[in-house]
């Protein structure tokens, strides 16, 4: 079992992001999702109590009931599963600072004893509000303790990733020593388990990009990343990652929990029928996808990804979907929070701001390339987004980056 320094874990995960390639981190609840995780090619591990929620068939959220002790759950879980199981990729503890049966300086040298590379701060009390938050708050359970707990494992030499929810907890991370800042979206959803209300992927983004702007200000080398709410595909991830600062991505329910769900449900049902023309079909429909109303949706999101350079319809898509244009349009905007059209846009301006940073091109050639052959077309929609032309936007801040 390879022991992890701090200062080796923040260069490892920054050569990545220096060479344009995201950060992953995988909430493991069982061995088994550490091991496939790692050699998938996860960038580290986290031993969260939900984890081990999650193996039984529950919600996320019975990590926050009192079914059993979360640190030494965690304990447990880390040392007997994902410690064994992995062998060149750091796992991180879920502490749960808020514990009043521990000390938490005690509590967090014996992490580093049992070769646990860093710590995060989960059970979250960020995900609690409301007159149960002040109830809590009054009995001097608070978020505070976490940012401490933070601080503690930093001064340790242990790796440390902060779940925050505003900029407010997020600006004490920093102080406390963070090396990842985390903007946690909520419970995942997705599933037969998911959270239910959620927030739209637009709004997540947004408080992300606000979030990440005071960080800059202040630390700009930090690594950022994100975690849970509507994030819970490769083409969500890509839509929170285009035109903004996020180095990563965390996750548990997405890498465990919805795919078990779906290929366990959908395989077991095959066997029962006993018939290899249902099994292979399937198969197939797993590879194409459920048709459930957040199928459509990333079928969408997925067609832009790989056509916006082209002329696209949403009647052509409808077509393609065989549904109506009024209601995949209707659709569209309840699950993603913004039209097809704004989404289209967004999408395409964020590619030619990529490109505009990465190669010399004429403004005509980066319109072209992104779906607006029409260069008026397209300053005049850049103007209308940014506030300024293109040729502007390149000189006052393209080059001064």
């Known amino acids: 079992m390879q022991f992890w320094e701090k200062e080796q874990i923040v260069k490892r995960l920054s050569k990545q992001i220096n060479m344009n390639r995201h950060i992953i981190g995988v909430a493991a609840g069982s061995g088994l999702t550490a091991k496939y995780a790692e050699e998938g090619g996860a960038d580290f591990i986290l031993s969260l109590s939900s984890g081990f929620f999650r193996q039984k068939g529950l919600s996320s959220l019975a990590a926050y009931l009192p079914f059993t002790n979360s640190n030494q759950t965690v304990m447990d879980l880390?040392?007997?599963?994902?410690?064994?199981?992995?062998?060149?990729?750091?796992?991180?503890?879920?502490?749960?600072?808020?514990?009043?049966?521990?000390?938490?300086?005690?509590?967090?040298?014996?992490?580093?004893?049992?070769?646990?590379?860093?710590?995060?701060?989960?059970?979250?009390?960020?995900?609690?509000?409301?007159?149960y938050r002040e109830a809590l708050e009054e009995q001097g359970i608070s978020y505070q303790q976490e940012v401490d707990s933070i601080h503690l494992a930093s001064k340790m030499g242990l790796f440390t990733v902060a779940f925050v929810f505003n900029e407010r907890q997020a600006m004490k991370m920093l102080h406390a020593g963070a090396d990842v800042i985390c903007v946690h979206f909520g419970l995942t959803s997705g599933g037969k388990l998911g959270a239910k209300q959620i927030q739209s992927l637009q709004s997540a983004k947004k408080l992300a990009d606000d979030i990440f702007q005071a960080v800059d200000e202040i630390k700009p080398n930090v690594i950022k990343m994100v975690y849970g709410g509507p994030v819970n595909k490769p083409v969500d991830v890509q839509f929170i990652y285009d035109g903004s600062r996020i180095n990563g991505y965390i996750g548990g329910s997405v890498f465990e929990r919805i795919p078990a769900e779906q290929v366990v449900l959908q395989v077991t049902e095959?066997?029962?029928?006993?018939?290899?023309?249902?099994?292979?079909?399937?198969?197939?429909?797993?590879?194409?996808?459920?048709?459930?109303?957040?199928?459509?949706?990333?079928?969408?999101?997925?067609?832009?990804?790989?056509?916006?350079?082209?002329?696209?319809?949403?009647?052509?898509?409808?077509?393609?979907?065989?549904?109506?244009?009024?209601?995949?349009?209707?659709?569209f905007k309840k699950h993603v929070g913004v039209s097809f059209t704004?989404?289209?846009?967004?999408?395409?301006?964020?590619?030619?701001?990529?490109i505009l940073k990465e190669k010399k091109l004429p403004l005509a050639m980066v319109a072209e390339l992104v779906g607006y052959p029409n260069y008026a077309q397209f300053s005049k929609i850049f103007k209308r987004r940014k506030g300024m032309?293109?040729?502007?936007?390149?000189?006052t801040y393209l080059k001064t980056n």
């Open 78 to 131: 880390g040392m007997k599963e994902i410690l064994p199981r992995t062998q060149n990729i750091p796992v991180l503890f879920g502490l749960m600072a808020t514990d009043p049966s521990i000390n938490l300086e005690t509590f967090i040298k014996k992490i580093k004893e049992n070769r646990f590379a860093g710590v995060n701060n989960y059970s979250t009390i960020g995900l609690i509000n409301g007159k």
């Open 270 to 331: 095959s066997f029962k029928q006993t018939n290899d023309a249902i099994y292979e079909e399937l198969i197939q429909k797993i590879l194409r996808g459920f048709r459930t109303s957040e199928d459509y949706i990333d079928f969408i999101t997925e067609y832009i990804g790989l056509h916006y350079k082209d002329n696209i319809e949403l009647n052509e898509i409808a077509e393609i979907l065989h549904i109506s244009r009024p209601y995949i349009s209707t659709l």
């Open 342 to 354: 704004d989404y289209l846009i967004d999408f395409r301006l964020n590619r030619a701001l990529e």
């Open 389 to 395: 032309a293109p040729s502007e936007y390149v000189k």
